[in-house]
């Protein structure tokens, strides 16, 4: 089994000010991991992916995300965010063995103040 | 190339009424999966399809929930008999490689029973 754990429903933050969602997930084999992000009224947009290799994965707008193993963590991380960066972000986990069905996150909202 | 289609974008139905909802995967995309999302949760998973092989429907919430695939193609997603708890943003997502699991989302339909 799967599951994952998004610990912040919410996440106020000011303009250019860095920021870190966080993600934690639980699986009994290899994983492969993602974050999507949804801006309002629209479907959910990929922003980066972990598979294999680097365990710092670099995305779009400016996002990364650092897969580490031992606290089975996929944290997302911007050094500085900017107004459209608002949206909400999912965290989901995928892997071998069947697990063919992704499972995500409740999601974080992500709210940039001016 | 297009992306992931869904329609209608909006659904309005009375309780008691069927619905039918179109899911358009990306051409050459074998899995396609249907997903709900309802205000201030995750997705919920409702049913997986990869190539002509039968539907995982592990994620169906009742009977009255129904989705076929024709030609590996085209989904839809049937509610009978809709109930108020039906509300929801039904999104649909399509896939290259079922182990990889990179989604690509539809926009999602929007619907209210009233």
């Known amino acids: 089994a799967q599951s994952v754990t998004q610990l912040d429903s919410q996440v106020p933050v000011f303009e250019e000010a860095p920021v870190e969602l966080r993600c934690n997930y639980s699986s009994s084999v290899s994983v492969y991991l993602f974050w999507y992000v949804q801006y309002p009224n629209q479907g959910l947009q990929l922003l980066l992916k972990?598979?294999?290799?680097?365990?710092l994965v670099k995305g779009i707008n400016g996002f990364e995300a650092e897969f580490n193993k031992s606290q089975t963590s996929f944290h997302l991380r911007k050094p500085s965010v900017h107004i459209s960066d608002t949206a909400e972000y999912f965290c989901?986990?995928?892997?071998?063995?069947?697990?063919?069905?992704?499972?995500f996150g409740r999601g974080t909202s992500l709210i940039v103040h001016p | 190339g297009a992306g992931v289609s869904q329609s209608p974008s909006n659904k309005v139905t009375e309780k008691g009424k069927d619905v039918e909802l179109r899911c358009d995967p990306i051409?050459?995309?074998?899995?396609l999966y249907w997903y709900r999302q309802s205000l201030g949760q995750g997705l919920e998973f409702l049913i997986y399809f990869q190539g002509n092989s039968a539907p995982d429907k592990s994620g169906l919430p009742s009977d009255r929930f129904s989705a076929e695939r024709t030609g590996g193609s085209v989904s839809t997603l049937t509610i009978q008999r809709t109930q108020q708890e039906d509300s929801a943003v039904y999104l649909c997502?399509?896939?290259?490689?079922?182990?990889?699991?990179?989604?690509?989302f539809g926009p999602g339909t929007r619907l209210t029973v009233l």
């Open positions: 972990y598979l294999s290799g680097s365990t």
């Open positions: 997502a399509s896939s290259l490689d079922r182990v990889l699991n990179e989604q690509f």
């Open positions: 051409s050459g995309h074998t899995a």
């Open positions: 989901a986990v995928s892997g071998g063995r069947g697990s063919y069905i992704p499972t």
